[in-house]
């Protein structure tokens, strides 16, 4: 496998064409941003921490019958994914009430929720990813009902996968957010899991503190952002 030409800039990573049209790198940076690119900073270790994370946990989803773009890792920054089409929505599970959900109805953080509650966001960092359902999804032409039943049904799995695993290591997995797409050798097959899982994307409090162990660290400078992604990495067991 040769790695070629860059294809993508994003915030954390950058993605590289490979000589299989079918397969790209994902490179993971060690930049960090929050509010839709407005706060930036460069954070040692971040990238090979999060590669490290995002494989362990790609690797438990496919053990549960998960699909993924994930292929292997290719070295301490690098892993190898499957190119996709993505689907332009975030979905979001929330397992404790927390950030724009606390903010948008007024609940304090913290409050447990009876069970899981699903949302979707338009992925669009011109417009703040509004919040959207599956009417404006379906209507405006972003996904199909079908792709919409998938990527619900797809992102509570993971909440089973994932919810268990951090609550065996002392850890509440807050929410997340996922997002998803065909890949180009299959365009009209499943759809399939085509995100990195770090701390990054979800938030994680100490269940008996409460301590943030996730990228809230940065957005509300709580210090040593990357010494709690690598406290979540051991306590899960990532060999780091
Ligand atoms: N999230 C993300 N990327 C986004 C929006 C949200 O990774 O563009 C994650 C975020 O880290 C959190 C969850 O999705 O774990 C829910 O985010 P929320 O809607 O509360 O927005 P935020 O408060 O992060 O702006």
């Not at 090979?48 to 993924?68: D, H, Q, R, S, W």
């Not at 190898?80 to 397992?95: D, F, G, I, T, Y």
């Not at 669009?124 to 404006?136: Q, T």
């Amino acid at each position: 496998m040769d790695k070629r030409q860059e294809l993508y800039r994003g915030k954390a990573k950058t993605v590289y064409a490979t000589d299989d049209p079918q397969r790209l790198v994902m490179h993971y940076r060690d930049d960090v941003s929050a509010f839709d690119g407005v706060k930036l900073a460069k954070l040692d270790l971040k990238g090979e921490t999060n590669n490290k994370i995002n494989a362990f946990v790609m690797g438990k989803l496919a053990a549960a019958g998960v699909p993924t773009h994930f292929v292997r890792v290719l070295n301490e920054r690098e892993s190898l994914v499957k190119a996709m089409k993505m689907v332009p929505v975030e979905c979001v599970v929330r397992n404790v009430c927390a950030g724009s959900m606390a903010k948008r109805y007024g609940i304090e953080e913290g409050r447990k929720l009876g069970e899981p509650i699903f949302e979707f966001f338009l992925k669009s960092d011109a417009l703040h990813d509004p919040l959207c359902n599956d009417d404006h999804i379906r209507v405006l032409g972003w996904a199909s009902q079908h792709e919409i039943d998938e990527m619900r049904a797809l992102t509570h799995q993971v909440n089973a996968v994932l919810k268990p695993l951090f609550a065996a290591a002392g850890i509440d997995l807050v929410d997340y957010k996922l997002e998803f797409g065909h890949p180009t050798d299959d365009p009209t097959g499943p759809l399939v899991l085509g995100d990195e899982f770090t701390p990054d994307g979800c938030r994680l409090w100490d269940a008996t503190t409460g301590e943030k162990l996730d990228k809230d660290r940065f957005r509300r400078d709580l210090g040593d952002v990357i010494g709690h992604y690598r406290q979540v990495a051991q306590r899960i067991g990532v060999p780091l």
